[in-house]
Nanobody
């Protein structure tokens, strides 16, 4: 399985960006695809995830109402639409594919570490005036 993020960039506060996570290679069964981020000097934290079997979505409190995760099955791509961006959203954003669905959900919602999964290389998001 290969995971590749794209769509990062430089944006002003209040602006929007859409990140893409393209998943390729053989993967079967149920799994979750999540977005995590890591700011300089901080621990990696969960942002959002979506399950493949029922498309349930989960968000960390800080991004609720501002970020939306979605999936295009035909393209095997997950998107993270980010709006009303703040300087504190500045981070490298990573996408992860994990068959441990419950672990992924808990990592996003409760901030527990992700012990498994296939990760992408990340894409930089910078929010600055």
């Amino acid at each position: 399985v290969h995971v590749e993020e794209s769509g990062g960039g430089l944006v002003q506060p209040g602006g929007s960006l859409r990140l893409s996570c393209a998943v390729s290679g053989f993967i079967s069964g149920r799994y979750a695809i999540g977005w995590f981020r890591q700011a300089p000097g901080k621990e990696r934290e969960g942002v959002s995830c979506i399950t493949t079997y029922d498309h349930s979505t989960y968000y960390v409190d800080d991004v609720k109402g501002r970020f939306t995760i979605s999936r295009d099955n035909a393209k095997n791509t997950v998107y993270l639409q980010m709006s009303s961006l703040k300087p504190e959203d500045t981070a490298v954003y990573y996408c992860v594919v994990d068959v441990n669905i419950a672990d992924t959900i808990v990592a996003v919602v409760a901030g527990t570490p992700m012990a498994h999964g296939t990760w992408g290389q990340g894409t930089q998001v910078t929010v600055i005036s």
